[in-house]
């Protein structure tokens, strides 16, 4: 199969998170499609804007590119793209497939917004590391940062990820990204994630290029000492701004800047 032929499949990407990640975007449309509009969102404006789950992507279409993939070193395999992962109603039988054909470890990185619905959690607790984003600490903040759609519910995606920290025995990851406009919320964000219990926090601020500047340094540090004061020693805290990472050579660069942006 020539490089350019990869439609679903893009990496694979360094990331101070996952190590060596070979990216499946299981929403694959030329239209960014999420639940959010995130003012840092590295991929740019949501274009289609859904709460409803469907099929972008056939299964066996997914496995068709992932059996042609190149010997390439990957640590993790990770469900993210252009959009929302969890809007795509096949997520748990591409999971399912996937183990089949590789023996690397899979992630979702999600925005939580659907993390309350059941047939969502029974997708997501296929994984081996969940990573999902929270941003705000009120529904205020969802709007300011996330640009969510009208009908989700911050109180929704705090109560649906409390629920699935019980039920789910896999890696759980919080990412929370800092924007000047909710860098004040670090504390309050951090008491919400104590009281999640995940296995991991990570405190990010956009690096690579989008619409807002990142924070600085020592904003970052500060933050991060918030988080470690709060969270405690059975939480661990990360930052980017701490983070090494391997680079890794995409085997198409065109189909992962689509997906991850370039970097700045």
């Not at 969502?120 to 996330?146: I, P, R, Y």
């Not at 924007?179 to 504390?187: D, E, L, M």
Request: hydrophobic share 40%.
């Amino acid at each position: 199969m020539e490089q350019s032929k990869y439609k679903y499949i893009y990496g694979p990407v360094s990331s101070w998170r996952l190590g060596r990640s070979l990216g499946i975007d299981p929403i694959s449309s030329c239209q960014k499609t999420c639940t959010f509009d995130c003012v840092y969102c590295q991929v740019g404006r949501t274009e289609v804007f859904s709460g409803q789950r469907e099929v972008f992507v056939p299964t066996e279409a997914l496995i068709h590119e992932l059996r042609s993939l190149p010997d390439v070193p990957i640590d993790y395999i990770t469900f993210a793209g252009n959009g929302e992962p969890t809007l795509a109603k096949n997520l748990g039988e591409m999971i399912r497939a996937v183990k089949m054909v590789r023996k690397e470890k899979i992630a979702v990185i999600t925005n939580a917004s659907l993390i309350h619905r059941k047939d969502v959690v029974e997708d997501l607790l296929l994984a081996d590391l969940v990573e999902a984003k929270l941003d705000a600490s009120s529904d205020v903040f969802l709007k300011a940062v996330n640009q969510s759609m009208a009908e989700i519910r911050w109180e929704d995606i705090v109560e649906g990820l409390k629920a699935f920290r019980k039920v789910y025995h896999g890696h759980l990851t919080l990412q929370v990204m800092f924007v000047a406009s909710n860098k004040a919320c670090a504390a309050a964000i951090a008491k919400i994630a104590h009281q999640i219990g995940p296995d991991e926090v990570e405190i990010n601020t956009p690096l690579r290029a989008c619409s807002v500047k990142p924070l600085s340094i020592e904003d970052m540090e500060e933050i991060t000492a918030i988080f470690r004061r709060i969270c405690g020693a059975r939480i661990k805290v990360r930052s980017v701004y701490e983070a090494k990472r391997e680079i890794s050579r995409p085997f198409c660069q065109p189909s992962t800047e689509r997906r991850r942006g370039k970097e700045s």
